[in-house]
T-cell receptor, first 112, second 114 residues
Framework: DAKTTQPTSMDCAEGRAANLPCNHSTISGNEYVYWYRQIHSQGPQYIIHGLKNNETNEMASLIITEDRKSSTLILPHATLRDTAVYYC?????????????FGSGTQLTVLP | NAGVTQTPKFQVLKTGQSMTLQCAQDMNHNSMYWYRQDPGMGLRLIYYSASEGTTDKGEVPNGYNVSRLNKREFSLRLESAAPSQTSVYFCASLIPPRNTGELFFGEGSRLTVL
């Protein structure tokens, strides 16, 4: 699976949009982009995933560039409860189970 | 409630002691995973199991053994615990790709080795 690069940390004002970038320049055609977050020391929680089209759900939006080498997770109206470590991973969903690796992620701090 | 259940949630061991972390999922998923997370670090894959009866090494398998006796349960064993194995251990199961293909995590088992 392709590697990802994320900033170590970001701050965002409460009520504003949080835009978290992720670079995945070696992504393959059959690999999806997945985003998870980990609040404090809880187990990571799935947020959203996409292949090449932009995606939106009740938690966030995912914008994937046309060349698929990077993506941005958008939390439209960040709240204090969105303070967490956000992980971007890329992987193929077809075939048998693959090794899934998480990097260090981005620590998002939402400021009051 | 459906999900991934890990036991115990907390454990303190002395160096050299052995123990098994248990993980069970009731979602009928084929693939299961064990990760460790050291303070301030990301998750690192220890072992995974693509299906019942099969297991494979991840990034950091040394010092651990796993067992996938049935579809529901995936256990992680420390034969001779070392202080370097102090960590939070997360078990996860994989929702099938034909659905969302996401990982579903347990709440973690916090292990301290003295």
């Amino acid at each position: 699976d392709a590697k990802t690069t994320q900033p170590t940390s970001m701050d965002c004002a409460e009520g504003r949009a949080a835009n978290l970038p992720c670079n995945h320049s070696t992504i393959s055609g059959n690999e999806y982009v997945y985003w998870y977050r980990q609040i404090h020391s809880q187990g990571p929680q799935y947020i959203i995933h996409g292949l090449k089209n932009n995606e939106t759900n009740e938690m966030a939006s995912l914008i994937i560039t046309e060349d698929r080498k990077s993506s941005t997770l958008i939390l439209p109206h960040a709240t204090l409860r969105d303070t967490a470590v956000y992980y971007c991973i890329v992987r193929a969903t077809s075939g048998s189970a693959r090794q899934l690796t998480f990097g260090s992620g981005t620590q998002l701090t939402v400021l009051p | 409630n459906a999900g991934v259940t890990q036991t115990p949630k907390f454990q303190v061991l002395k160096t050299g002691q052995s123990m098994t972390l248990q993980c069970a999922q009731d979602m009928n998923h084929n693939s299961m995973y064990w990760y460790r997370q050291d303070p301030g670090m990301g998750l690192r894959l220890i072992y995974y199991s693509a299906s019942e009866g099969t297991t494979d090494k991840g990034e950091v398998p040394n010092g651990y053994n796993v067992s996938r006796l049935n579809k529901r349960e995936f256990s992680l064993r420390l034969e001779s615990a070392a202080p370097s194995q102090t960590s939070v251990y997360f078990c996860a199961s994989l929702i099938p790709p034909r659905n969302t293909g996401e990982l579903f995590f347990g709440e973690g088992s916090r292990l301290t080795v003295l």
